[in-house]
């Protein structure tokens, strides 16, 4: 079995030191929020771990953005899977990190709200700031990546240049289906 190490490094912190921690956000593939808080609750909360000021009417005017108008005060245990991703959606974009790795977030929720994701994940890459997107959604992948880092077995295989990929292949799929194909079956 082959071993890796190396070390991760966030905003020049090694990643374990708190000032990492305070310059990244993980947005898990799970949904699984605190069901005894509000939505507006969990978010002040988040604040309050980061230090940051919270404007409510922030918080209203996203909950609207993402088709959920009104919702921002009732208990997280009365939200679906997509409004509970939405949730963790609007706390990557109301703390805009300097680093945020969102993991699958984007799978359960409805188009308006993917949309809406779309526009704040490339606000957030306009502004200088560092988003990661761990998707196996190609079509998502296409519109919102600079570059794609291609994964296999735990492996990275390479790091390449979105507009590259589609200019010399079409589509991410194309590519993808050049670089890992597929075994023969036995």
Not at 122 to 133: A, F
Not at 163 to 172: C, F, M, N, V, W
């Amino acid at each position: 079995m082959q071993t890796a190490s190396g070390s991760i490094e966030i905003g020049g912190f090694g990643h374990r030191l708190a000032a990492a921690k305070q310059q990244g956000l993980l947005l898990p593939s799970e949904d699984y929020l605190p069901e005894f808080l509000a939505g507006s609750e969990y978010l002040a909360h988040l604040h309050q771990l980061y230090e940051l000021p919270l404007v409510d009417t922030d918080i209203a005017e996203l909950f609207d953005r993402f088709s959920m108008p009104g919702r921002e005060n009732d208990l997280i245990e009365d939200y679906s899977h997509g409004m509970r991703k939405k949730v963790q959606l609007i706390a990557a974009f109301m703390l805009r990190r300097p680093f945020t790795a969102i993991d699958e977030t984007l799978n359960g929720i409805d188009f308006d709200g993917l949309r809406v994701s779309e526009r704040h994940v490339r606000q957030m890459r306009d502004d200088g700031l560092t988003v990661l997107l761990c998707s196996h959604d190609f079509s998502l992948l296409e519109r919102s990546a600079d570059r794609i880092i291609l994964m296999a077995a735990g492996e990275i295989l390479g790091s390449f240049d979105t507009a590259t990929i589609l200019a010399e292949h079409g589509s991410l799929y194309s590519f993808v289906d050049q670089e890992l194909p597929i075994g023969e079956p036995a």
